[in-house]
């Protein structure tokens, strides 16, 4: 590895104007190693390039130092000369001199100095390197989307558009997600099961797409392109072969009175049950803690009405292993208990209900069949309270951040409710209105100006009951903070959306990161905002921070497309910049004890657990193993590393050394 | 000492431990570790005051584990905390090792996980009065008293390892000291070399170091070589309000951090 | 006498502060000349012993700098470096090797006048404190009548 | 030549040790650092310690410092220049005051191993320089088992003058060499010509707990006995007990600094360190400690008796009384020849 | 004033030629920088030198070629350690530190009218090429010259140049073979572990000299092999590489019983070895 090439670059003027670029090529001729060494004027030109190539090849060189600009704007370009010349380019590395010398330098002898200086310790280390090879991985071309809400729908229909298998795991018994719940649509006010529903039909009837509902994903194993995910699929107990999803059973149901999860507890549904019409898959499933033959052993009065005979109370819970190359996770994300928020009197006055709630009301399929009626009475309410914010960007109490979608789901509920009660009022509570999407500004307006809606700046202090009508207390803070009382007859709050409660277990199962609030971290918010640090998982929809529709569609797109670039290739090539765990002549191995210190520096999850053992198979110890799937090469682990055991290729302990040592070398 | 005889024979006697080790007499008042295997020999325990050395050390000796786990050790609070450490660094698993520790009066073996906290918790390691002499004085020490200080004590250091042979958290089998591509640590036991040694041994200790002393009781040449990592020790304790040798499952305090980690001194 | 040019070593990570150091040349900033570039993938691969190798080599001062808290190109490398420094300082300081020689900062891939003027003072400052004299006195040893002696402590 | 005897108070000694220094010799004593006591260059002869037993460091690094450099490189343009220390070596003489007399002997041991053979320019010039004043031991302590390797505690071997306190604040005085007589000279008046006398009655008596012979011939056959890893067990593996030894030399070549400019060092080392025999292979012929210990035993006790007639070890006791573990060699000696009376030989 | 040389330092020797053996593993000729020293340096077959690169450190092999040659010294070394990988980073033309003969050698003059049998495996072959090449050097002294040598694989076998010379020569007989797996498709020579060859070949043991190297492994199976041919142990040498430094018997580090393997050595016969400890 002593045949190193110097090439030093005028870069025109750029460099040569404050530096003696000859002075620096003849200086770097006389260091140990440099076989040859030459300055031109512009290296990065055809010409440029040429020379580098020549002279690999007939000073058969075993490194080239290119001494021009930035590594991070040329390195690609003469490492790729190197290889074209046949010389591994991991061997060719950059010597900054013109951003960091001579442009911020004036020409002077020092100037010249600080340029060898720096393109000796770049000799230096060059004298280290060491041929490196593209890490290849192969792809499994099948994709995990975890989570069957409209993000989840959308990714799994892209990527299987694409021609790629999708295994879609969705835990509740039908997919559909928030969105199934929803009644209109802002800003354009149609109908969501109606555009919903197509495509959840389409997902069950893609041939590449496999559902799994009523599953969870347990674990996850492997790396990018070669995954291993545990689905649980929990017991529906019933053949989903046989059975029909006539509907006999759910109506043979001696229990009737279960809060409605989908109503959002404002209906009711059996122990047996299709959590709504429009249900995908449309097969009913046993609610086990509910049901009367799990509690008590007898019943089975689905059983007797099951025209198929297709009720399995003996069924088990089914684990599976499947093998994938990505994972979308798509879990979306809850409304906040506003229970939170005892002033408002949530769960105290049954007329206080959530946004969500509220939803269902104004649902067509809903527990009212559409009609506004609010949940104490059944009475058409005249007076309904909007009250925005009911959590969100309340550090003291709730979060502190903007939950995105309440301005305009609360205008759109405003309107909705307006169109449907003629003659009824409604009030809006808000402290900012957020409308910031294509339509959305003109449709608050709408709302206010052509429906009327009331709205008031300032919050809501106190919500109580004075004969039979529900209190608003608030102060508008447009007119002064003056105090403003309404007797409404129904009150909405738009509660926060917030992370889903099985957020943390899940992120530590697919070993992705989450922030405080418990929404999945993206690898960078500006330019990886689909991608997680792991490499292979990516995020679509609400479990990454609150969204509205159109926002989890375009995500859920755009990480389809990453998922599909990733599939495009049988496999997948690496930098090899990534770290290594030494191995040595027995009876040592490695010189790795496993402290695991590595481990739990990793940002990536890279780190694993590796047996050693001898031929005959007794184990010698466990040390620590780099994926170098996984691993992004930063290093972190070395400078851990007590007993040096773990180095990184491209910034190996040595060379870093050598750079170091070099610079101060007489 | 009865109850421990009568502890350790019913270990032997029931095949619990492959082998005690403990404190036995020595040379001219002072003890030293002894490793009972037999009934015989458990007469030979002793355990009282000059018992202080860290007998964990020898949890990574090749020849001890050869007798197999489990392994019983008698073990003062900074053992107790030693072992500890040594399971949350994966180097011995639950149950490896019976820990006879003195409870009020009563010698308790400790096996389990939370029987191992617990104890550990509830007795910190006591510095003897000499070494919190030393702590205050170089406290109020200047930059360069200390410095003079240190060159000094250091000038004694001939490198024979000592500190690290009877360091219970020196596990590496292959020691950075040894790693000679790059050389990291200068071989030579001139000033260069020794304060290479030093510092490593202390930023390699940060968070890890149990406080037991067992170095500075080795030092040949009597440097109080234990202060420095309990310097490293303090500093974590205080910057991350990290003990270590507490939990059994406790992620080593520098590969971990906190978002909010001190950073007055970073521009 | 010609005044005291301290030598000055920069560990820096690629993404954020040798991408500022960048930024300073391409806005022609100059500064002074004193100072070398080590390029890191990132702060958290930056080993302590490569500062003491740099100090033992004959380094007055050694800057340390990366990305900004929260923005590590690999996410947490610079909270880990954090934490390092902040035991290795007081472990300098208490062993008597003055901390101020070592100077850590964040810059970002934009700050490339932050660049320069951490440099400008940093140059600055090493002056005042002069060689390092610690490792200089380390070292003495190593000069020729002395090393015949041979070291025996 | 013929053996002077002299006495001289303890004060004229103070005096006569500090013209040593003024007419510029370097005096090297036995001095305390914290509870511990070395040899270190002495300006002030009240600092000299002369109760103790035995010091914690050997003055073997008087002619064998810790870090000894050999040789200096340096690269330039294609030509390689090598400075060889030994040639600019120019050590001062140095009076090495208050050594016991098992140190002694061991210094002069140590020097002839150096020596013999393809020689040392380093111990050699080194040794040429140095005049040795020993002190007779009047105290021992249970680590202390000179007499039991043929060294007794008034030992003239290796000494350049030997001295025995006596009554009154006194010694009795022997010069034994040329280097010696030079030392007494210098002195003058305060050195006071004496009768050769019999001072047997200052000196410690050490019970002989067994012979050179004995040992010897019992570890011939002893290479497999399991004694080896029993005592052994609690030997933790540092390198204490070579390091104090006043007879161990054992060392490591090391080269500092760069291909370009750089130093070859001759430094201590040890055989109880794992690494010290390790090949680059992985292979370790001493792979674990009780090998280690075996052969620091059986080379000072068998394989240099083998060599050259007489012990590697001169009962001085440091290496027990600072070993960490309490490995105590005179205790382990003891077992050899008494328990190490029926040995297979394996092979 | 110094009266003795200090053996510490070394020659300089400039490379004068560089051959790339096997993966890893190099050949280095080496000529005196000082030219009044290359005349007046002699050597034995079996003896070793330690070799430096400065500012690394030095590294310990035997000398490779024959003393009967007296223009240049060449070595063989696999890159293992900080300086033999120094070392492999050596160009031809620059200068490395040289310091030796050392040890003691192989008694040829005593072997004059015997028959040689040579049996070498992977690295182990350069020190039994000193010997080789000096026993050719004087071909009439001996009777039958027999080598047998193997490698982990074809790649790994080194002076492939000269093993093409040797078999083609009349006046000895060389047997190459390569461990299972490690042969190509062209390979003509044995495939087996050299013991299992030793033992197909059965080479007489009258009046036979057999000279054995190797790494551990093959040395314990080869001796049992040659013993059951009828070779006594005062009839089996070989050479030791235990770890060194200074090569003069005083660093200790070669120490096995009462020998020193650097100065008593590396030359033993196995009714040596039997009398020393295991520790090599």
């Known amino acids: 590895m002593a045949r190193i090439g110097v090439f030093v670059c005028h870069c025109g003027e750029n460099i040569a104007a404050t530096v003696d670029c000859e002075k620096v090529a003849k200086a770097c001729a006389q260091l140990p190693g440099v076989a040859y060494s030459i300055d031109y004027k512009y290296m990065c030109s055809d010409p440029g390039q040429n020379l580098i190539r020549e002279a690999i090849k007939e000073k058969n060189l075993t490194g080239v130092v290119v001494a021009a600009c930035s590594p991070r704007m040329h390195e690609p370009t003469f490492r790729r000369a190197c290889a074209e010349a046949g010389l591994n380019p991991y061997l060719c590395e950059m010597a900054n001199i013109r951003e960091h010398c001579s442009w911020v330098h004036p020409k002077s002898e020092e100037t010249t100095l600080k340029a060898i200086d720096i393109v000796k310790t770049i000799i230096a280390k060059v004298r280290k390197n060491q041929p490196l090879y593209p890490i290849k991985v192969p792809v499994t071309k099948t994709a995990l989307v975890i989570g069957g809400g409209i993000a989840g729908i959308q990714a799994a229909l892209d990527i299987a558009n694409a021609g790629h298998r999708v295994i879609l795991v969705e835990k509740e018994p039908s997919i559909g997600g928030h969105m199934a719940q929803l009644s209109e649509t802002f800003p354009t006010l149609d109908c969501s099961q109606c555009i919903l529903t197509p495509r959840m039909v389409e997902v069950a009837q893609h041939p590449s797409i496999t559902l799994y509902t009523y599953a969870e994903v347990e674990s996850l194993t492997g790396f990018i392109g070669n995954f291993v995910a545990r689905i649980r699929k929990k017991a529906k107990s019933i053949d989903e072969k046989l059975c029909t999803g006539c509907g006999e059973c759910v109506n043979a149901c001696p229990i009737k009175k279960i809060p409605s999860e989908f109503n959002m507890g404002l209906g009711t549904r059996p122990a047996i049950y299709i959590p709504f019409p429009q249900a995908v898959p449309n097969k009913p499933v046993i609610d086990r803690s509910r049901c009367t033959y799990f509690r008590t052993g007898k019943c089975r009065f689905c059983e007797s009405k099951c025209p198929t005979k297709a009720i399995r109370f003996d069924q088990n819970d089914e684990v599976i292993n499947v093998q994938v190359g990505a994972v979308v996770v798509a879990t979306g994300f809850t409304v906040l208990e506003s229970t939170f928020f005892p002033e408002y009197g949530y769960g105290q006055y049954k007329d206080v209900v959530t946004g969500l709630q509220f939803e269902r009301i104004l649902s067509a399929s809903g527990p009212t069949l559409g009609e506004v009626r609010r949940p104490s009475d059944g009475a058409i309410p005249k007076k309904v309270v909007f009250i925005t914010c009911a959590g969100s960007r309340d550090p003291a109490k ?151 529709i ?99 290729q491209g910034y190996s302990n040595e060379q870093m050394y050598a750079e170091v040592v070099e610079l101060f070398a007489e | 000492m009865k109850q421990l005889h009568e502890r350790a024979h019913e270990l032997l006697e029931q095949k619990a431990v492959s082998v005690i080790i403990g404190y036995g007499e020595g040379t001219e008042g002072r003890v030293r570790p002894v490793f009972i295997r037999t009934l015989e020999a458990v007469r030979l325990l002793v355990w009282d005051d000059r018992c202080r050395v860290n007998l964990a050390v020898y949890l990574n000796k090749p020849e001890i584990r050869k007798f197999g786990f489990p392994i019983a050790v008698v073990s003062t609070p900074a053992t107790v905390r030693t072992i500890v450490q040594l399971i949350a660094e994966h180097q011995l698993s639950i149950g490896d090792v019976v820990v006879l520790v003195r409870e009020n009066d009563t010698v308790r073996a400790l096996i389990q996980k939370e029987d191992l906290e617990q104890y550990a918790r509830n007795n910190p390691v006591i510095f003897p009065p000499f070494v919190i002499e030393e702590i205050e004085l170089l406290k109020k020490m200047s930059i360069e008293e200390r410095f003079t200080y240190w060159q000094e004590e250091l000038a004694k250091c001939f490198k024979c390892y000592a500190c690290r042979a009877a360091c219970p958290l020196c596990y590496c089998e292959k020691c950075i000291t040894d790693v000679n591509q790059p050389q990291w640590v200068c071989v030579a036991p001139h000033p260069v070399g020794v304060f290479e040694w030093h510092i490593n041994r202390a930023m390699h200790l940060a968070g890890r170091c149990i406080e037991c002393g067992s170095c500075t009781i080795a030092c040949p040449v009597g440097i109080p070589i234990a202060l420095l990592t309990i310097e490293a020790t303090r500093v974590v304790k205080e910057e991350f309000a990290f003990t270590p040798g507490i939990d059994c499952n406790a992620p080593s305090a520098l590969s971990t951090f906190r978002v909010d980690d001190k950073e007055t001194f970073i521009r | 006498m010609k005044e005291f040019e301290p030598k000055i070593v920069a560990f820096v990570c690629n993404w954020c502060t040798y991408a500022g150091a960048d930024l300073t040349g391409t806005s022609r900033i100059h500064y002074a000349p004193n100072v070398r570039v080590v390029r890191f993938p990132c702060t958290g691969r930056i080993d302590y012993n490569l500062i003491i190798k740099a100090f033992e080599r004959g380094a007055d001062g050694v800057i340390v700098s990366g990305c900004h808290p929260n923005d590590c190109h690999y996410t947490s490398g610079n909270f880990h470096a954090r934490r390092r420094w902040i035991v290795f300082r007081t472990l300098l300081e208490y062993i008597g090797i003055d901390p101020r020689r070592i100077i850590f900062s964040w810059v970002s891939a934009a700050e490339g006048a932050k660049w320069a003027d951490l440099v400008n003072k940093a140059v600055r400052e090493i002056r005042e404190l002069g060689p390092a004299k610690e490792f200089i006195n380390m070292k003495q040893w190593y000069e020729f009548e002395k090393a015949l002696g041979g070291f025996r402590g | 030549m013929s053996h002077r005897t002299f006495t001289i108070t303890h004060e004229n000694l103070l005096d006569v040790l500090t013209n040593t220094i003024a007419v510029g010799n370097r005096l090297v004593a036995p001095v305390r650092r914290g509870k511990k006591l070395f040899f270190r260059d002495v300006q002030e002869v009240q600092s000299i310690v002369f109760d103790f037993i035995q010091s914690d460091e050997s003055p073997k690094d008087l002619v064998f410092p810790r870090v000894e450099p050999m040789l200096a490189h340096e690269y330039n343009a294609g030509n390689v220049y090598l400075i060889d220390f030994a040639e600019k070596l120019q050590p001062l003489p140095t009076i090495l005051f208050g050594t016991r007399p098992c140190d002694a002997v061991a210094l002069s041991l140590l020097i002839e191993f150096f020596n013999e053979g393809v020689g040392d320019p380093f111990v050699e010039q080194r040794a040429e320089n140095l005049t040795i004043i020993s002190i007779a031991c009047t105290r021992a302590d249970s680590y202390c088992f000179c007499t039991s390797v043929g060294v007794s505690p008034n030992d003239s071997r290796g000494s350049d003058v030997l001295l025995t306190p006596i009554d009154n604040d006194q010694y009795y005085g022997i010069v034994l060499t040329e280097k010696g007589n030079a030392f007494v000279k210098k002195g ?62 054992c060392f490591d070549i090391q080269d500092e600094g760069t291909q370009t400019k750089g130093v070859r060092l001759r430094c201590w080392d040890s055989c109880g360190f794992s690494l010290f025999t390790l090949h680059t292979s992985g292979h370790n012929p001493r792979h674990i400690q009780s090998e280690r210990w075996r052969q620091r035993v059986m080379h000072k006790f068998s394989y240099i008796p083998q060599n050259r007639n007489l012990l590697g070890c001169v009962g001085c006791g440091r290496c027990s009384r600072l070993c960490p573990a309490d490995m105590n060699l005179k205790e382990h000696l003891c077992t050899i020849t008494k328990e190490m009376t029926e040995v297979k030989a394996d092979r | 004033m110094m009266s003795t040389k200090n053996v510490y330092k070394p020659y300089l020797m400039r490379i004068v030629k560089i051959i790339d053996e096997a993966p890893g593993v190099k050949t280095f000729r080496l000529q005196f920088l000082n030219e009044e020293e290359g005349k007046s340096f002699t050597f034995k077959a079996g003896q070793f030198a330690e070799y430096s690169v400065f500012g690394e450190g030095e590294s310990t092999f035997c000398i490779a070629s024959s003393p009967t040659r007296r223009e240049f010294i060449e070595c063989t070394f696999r890159q293992t350690g900080r300086v033999t990988k120094a070392l492999a980073q050596k160009e031809e033309g620059d200068i490395i530190g040289f310091r030796g003969p050392y040890g003691n050698v192989f008694p040829i003059d005593e072997w004059k009218g015997k028959n040689l049998l040579f049996i070498a495996g992977g690295i182990a072959l350069p020190p039994m090429r000193c010997v080789i090449w000096n026993a050719l050097d004087l071909r009439d002294w001996f009777e039958n010259i027999t080598v047998i040598y193997g490698a982990r694989s074809v790649a790994d076998l080194v002076y492939k140049y000269e093993l093409t010379e040797w078999s083609q020569r009349t006046d000895m007989k060389l047997i190459t073979t390569v461990d299972p797996g490690g042969e190509t498709p062209d390979w003509n020579g044995r495939v087996g572990f050299v013991p299992t060859i030793v033992e197909q070949e059965e080479p007489s043991s009258t009046n036979t000299i057999a000279i054995v190297c190797g790494p551990p492994i093959m040395i314990k199976y080869t001796f049992p092999v040659l013993e059951k041919l009828g070779f006594t142990p005062n009839a089996i040498f070989t050479t030791l590489e235990n770890r060194m430094k200074c090569g003069v018997g005083k660093c200790g580090r070669c120490n096995v019983g009462p020998v020193y393997v650097c100065k008593d050595g590396p030359v033993f016969t196995y009714e040596q070895l039997l009398a020393l400890p295991a520790e090599y």
Not at chain 1, 635 to 644: D, I, W
Not at chain 4, 190 to 208: C, G, H, M, W
């Open chain 1, 398 to 548: 709730g979060i502190e951040y903007c939950s995105k979608i309440c301005c305009m789901y609360t205008a759109k509920h405003a309107m909705l409710y307006k169109h449907k009660v003629h003659d009824g009022q409604a009030y809006v509570f808000y402290m900012d209105i957020r409308a910031t999407g294509k339509g959305y500004d003109e449709f608050v307006r709408r709302a206010i100006e052509e429906d009327h809606v009331k709205y008031i700046r300032g919050r809501v202090s106190r919500v109580y009951e004075r004969n039979g009508k529900i209190v608003v207390c608030g102060a508008d803070t447009l007119l002064g903070a003056e105090p403003v009382e309404i007797e409404a007859d129904m009150v909405v709050l738009a509660t926060a959306g917030v992370a889903n409660p099985g957020a943390e277990e899940l992120a530590q199962a697919l070993h992705i990161s989450y922030d405080r609030h418990r929404f999945f971290t993206e690898a960078h918010p500006k330019l990886r905002p689909v991608e997680t640090n792991t490499a292979g998982i990516f995020l679509a929809g609400a479990c990454q921070s609150p969204k509205d």
């Open chain 4, 188 to 249: 003058g008046d305060n050195f006071i010509p004496s009768e050769p006398k019999d001072v047997a009655q200052y000196i410690v008596t050490l019970r002989e707990e067994f012979t050179p012979q004995e040992i010897t011939q019992r570890l011939a056959n002893a290479f497999n006995h399991p004694l080896w890893m029993d005592a052994s067990l609690r030997c933790i593996g540092c390198g204490t007990c070579t390091y104090v030894c006043p007879l161990c030399s």
């Open chain 1, 550 to 648: 159109p926002e989890s569609v375009g995500q859920a797109s755009a990480t389809a497309s990453k998922v599909v670039a990733l599939f495009s290739r049988d496999e997948l090539t690496r930098e090899p910049i990534v770290a290594v765990v030494n191995r040595c002549a027995p009876p040592l191995y490695s010189t790795c004890v496993g402290c695991f210190m590595c481990q739990t520096a990793c940002p990536y999850s890279a780190i694993e657990r590796e047996e050693l053992r001898t031929r005959d198979g007794t184990l010698v110890k466990t040390v620590a193993r780099v994926n170098p799937g996984l691993c992004q090469g930063c290093g972190t682990c070395v400078a851990f590393c007590r007993s040096k055991s773990i180095d990184l």
